[in-house]
């Protein structure tokens, strides 16, 4: 390691250390927040596959009746889905709402009673499958943060503060090291004074 061995690069390496040190809890509590929210996030997911699964399976009795009425799809095309923003450690993460469908304009009279009823529950099915991209597009904006504070602590851990921490040691080492020079010096210098002195007392 390349360090200057003076007072004022000691200085320098004292307030860094000092800026690392105070920064790096801040650094971990992020990382924490966000692994915490992920685990939540894949436990929404979890939770919001487990209903689809089930409203699938429920439906499997009557989907065949989807014959009769093929102009059912139309009417489960998503015009919009309706997002929010939450702040999860700085990071904006999409929160789900609800879908807009194009609007199910028919007869009631001619068409089969069952419609009313599939076309909700195949509504909710679409619903459901919005909600699990919204939750997985928060997951992989989470993750990539998590990714970037995970090496931003590391570099802090393994390389700053140790760095820091060596450099202030070896510019210790070297002042200590020049300061008994220097006394050394001063000695050998007063002593030849001294003999000097002694010299001239003689002549």
Do not use: C
Request: charged residues 30%; without cysteine; aromatic residues 4%.
């Amino acid at each position: 390691m390349q360090v200057k061995r003076t007072q004022g690069e000691l200085k320098r390496q004292r307030d860094a250390l000092q800026q690392y040190e105070r920064y790096l809890p801040t650094l971990q509590l992020k990382k924490q927040q966000l692994q915490l929210e992920i685990s939540h996030q894949q436990r929404a997911r979890t939770e919001r596959e487990n209903v689809l699964l089930e409203k699938q399976r429920s439906a499997a009795g009557w989907l065949g009746l989807l014959t009769e009425a093929p102009e059912i799809r139309q009417w489960l095309v998503v015009e919009k889905v309706n997002t929010g923003r939450k702040n999860i450690a700085g990071i904006e993460v999409p929160v789900f709402h609800s879908v807009d469908f194009v609007p199910a304009e028919y007869d009631l009279f001619l068409t089969p009673l069952w419609v009313d009823a599939g076309l909700e529950a195949l509504r909710e099915m679409v619903s459901l499958q919005e909600e699990i991209r919204v939750i997985d597009r928060g997951i992989a904006l989470l993750d990539k943060e998590l990714q970037v504070t995970s090496q931003r602590v590391n570099l802090f851990e393994k390389v700053k503060i140790p760095g820091a921490q060596e450099a202030i040691r070896l510019i210790r080492i070297s002042l200590g090291d020049q300061m008994t020079n220097a006394i050394g010096r001063s000695k050998i210098a007063k002593k030849k004074i001294e003999e000097a002195d002694l010299e001239e007392v003689l002549v």
